[in-house]
Every structure is written in structure tokens, then in C-alpha cells.
Nanobody
């Protein structure tokens, strides 16, 4: 059984920062990929950034300017700086392990007021 627990969301003003955390527990394969996705109201869930155990990262277009993904073992973080109202969304942690095992966290709300 695998569990992903996110934390760190909240309400902030435009220009402020937040750091999200996601801790994965259970039977975690050493070969895996962890990621942050977000889903804004009325929009599809979309990739923000992903990170492999060795620290190799990939960001969706335009995300790397203000967002930084990092990892410590099976815990990942998302540092979000200079937040904007359009960053308002539910942020989800995701874990992918072979063969095609997908796990999602419960989501954490980030709301940015103007």
C-alpha cells in the first residue's frame, strides 16, 4: 500500500511564496518518478514539474521561472515564489512506479489573492 500525503497549501497574497511538501510511504520502488500537478477551477489537471530519485527534473513550460521542485528520499517539495492569482489551484502529488502504477495524493489548495 502506497500513500502520498501533501501539506503546505494555503491562502497567500500575490507576490508571496509557499512551499509544498509530499511524503510518500509504503512499498516504494527505487525506480520511480514523483511529480506535482495542479488543477485550476474549470481546467484539466496539468503537470507542474517532475523529479527522479537521482534529482533529474523536468518542468512544464513557464513553470521553472518561479517554481522549484526538489527531493529528499521519498519526499518531494515545490517551492513557489512570486505567486500570482493564476497559480490558484489544487496541487496534487503524483508517484509513478513500474509497471505503470500511478498514485495520487489528496491534493492541497493554494489560493493567491490579488
Amino acid at each position: 500500500q502506497v500513500e502520498l500525503v501533501e501539506s503546505g497549501g494555503g491562502l497567500v497574497q500575490s507576490g508571496e511564496s509557499l512551499k509544498l511538501s509530499c511524503a510518500a510511504s509504503g512499498s516504494i520502488d527505487t525506480i520511480n518518478l514523483m511529480a506535482w500537478y495542479r488543477q485550476a477551477p474549470g481546467k484539466k489537471r496539468a503537470l507542474v514539474a517532475q523529479i527522479a530519485p537521482a534529482g533529474v527534473t523536468h518542468y512544464a513550460d513557464s513553470m521553472q521561472d518561479r517554481f522549484t521542485i526538489s527531493r529528499d528520499g521519498n519526499t518531494i517539495y515545490l517551492q513557489m515564489n512570486n505567486l500570482k492569482p493564476e497559480d490558484t489551484a489544487v496541487y496534487y502529488c503524483h508517484l509513478l512506479m513500474p509497471p505503470s502504477q500511478n498514485y495520487w495524493g489528496q491534493g492541497t489548495q493554494v489560493t493567491v489573492s490579488s
